[in-house]
């Protein structure tokens, strides 16, 4: 049976966390097994920061790599997503220090009077980290529209039905 996130090498599931003093956060134990000694921390998009195994990094980069230098959008993604990076190692209890500038690109803080909570959502072979209310936002969003989103990946990818 599989539990909620575990499963055979890959990173599922939604896990909440709060940020402590020193702007750490705990990375979800779930979540350790699999990204292990090291990992790559960047922005990701709409708010988020993006949690990757090392050995994972070469599936997002990769495909940047392959293509056109001179295409500008394939510059800027990787400005935006490599740039941004920084290898993190977690301390004994799993905790990461997430650098200034993700801070305060996805809004991740220590507020001594709140309650500073981040959310992990595993997307397979990454995670997102999100700061509580930013994800909220952004999960409203997707289970309101799922149906149009997946029509539309549909319409991207063609109809699998119908190869």
Do not use: H
């Amino acid at each position: 049976m599989v539990k909620n996130g575990e499963s055979a090498k890959i990173l599922a599931g939604e896990y909440s966390s709060k940020v402590v003093a020193g702007v750490r956060i705990a990375i979800p134990s779930e979540f350790r097994k699999i990204l292990g000694k090291s990992c790559i921390i960047a922005k990701g998009y709409e708010g988020s920061l993006l949690l990757v195994p090392t050995d994972k990094w070469s599936l997002i980069v990769e495909p940047l790599q392959k293509s056109s230098f001179f295409d500008r959008n394939i510059r800027d993604t990787l400005r935006f997503l490599v740039g941004s990076s920084f290898t993190v190692e977690p301390d004994k209890q799993g905790r990461i220090v997430v650098p200034a500038m993700l801070r305060e690109y996805s809004k991740v803080n220590y507020a001594q009077n709140d309650s500073s909570e981040v959310v992990f959502v595993g997307l397979v072979n990454w995670v997102e980290i999100w700061e509580k209310s930013l994800w909220e936002q952004r999960l409203s969003y997707v289970e309101e529209n799922a149906d149009e989103i997946a029509q539309e990946l549909k319409l991207l990818q063609g109809d699998p039905a119908k190869q």
